[in-house]
Nanobody, 124 residues
Framework: QVQLVETGGGWVQAGGSLRLSCTVS????????MAWFRQTPGKEREFVAA????????HYAASVRGRFDASRDNAKNTAYLQMNAMKPEDTAVYSC?????????????????WGQGIQVTVSS
C-alpha cells in the first residue's frame, strides 16, 4: 500500500520560509511524478508545483513561480516544497500527490495517491 506523509508545516511571518517534505512508502518515489496542491476553506483545491519522476522537469503555478521550489530525493523517497518569500495568501492546507502515469502537471484528477494534508499559516 502506498502512503504519502507530509511534514514541515506550521506558522511563519510574511517574507519567511518553510520547507514541506512528503515521504512516500510502499513503492519507490522514482516511480512517480510528485505534485503539491493547496486548499483554503470555501475554495477549490489548487495546483502549486510538480516535479517529474527524475526531477528534471518542474512546473509551477504563476502565483508561486520564483518563490517556491519543488524538488525530490529519490534515494530518500522524499519530495520537497521549499517556500520562500511567503505571503499571507499562501496560507492553506498543503497536500502532496503522486502518480505513475502521464497527464498535465496541474490536473489533480490525474494523481492517484494523496497525503493527508498539512496546515501552513503565513501571518502579515
Amino acid at each position: 500500500q502506498v502512503q504519502l506523509v507530509e511534514t514541515g508545516g506550521g506558522w511563519v511571518q510574511a517574507g519567511g520560509s518553510l520547507r514541506l517534505s512528503c515521504t512516500v512508502s510502499g513503492r519507490p518515489l522514482s516511480s512517480y511524478t510528485m505534485a503539491w496542491f493547496r486548499q483554503t476553506p470555501g475554495k477549490e483545491r489548487e495546483f502549486v508545483a510538480a516535479a517529474s519522476s527524475k526531477g528534471g522537469v518542474t512546473h509551477y503555478a504563476a502565483s508561486v513561480r520564483g518563490r517556491f521550489d519543488a524538488s525530490r530525493d529519490n534515494a530518500k523517497n522524499t519530495a520537497y516544497l521549499q517556500m520562500n518569500a511567503m505571503k499571507p495568501e499562501d496560507t492553506a492546507v498543503y497536500s502532496c500527490a503522486g502518480r505513475s502515469f502521464g497527464g498535465t502537471f496541474d490536473d489533480e484528477k490525474s494523481y492517484t495517491y494523496w497525503g493527508q494534508g498539512i496546515q501552513v499559516t503565513v501571518s502579515s
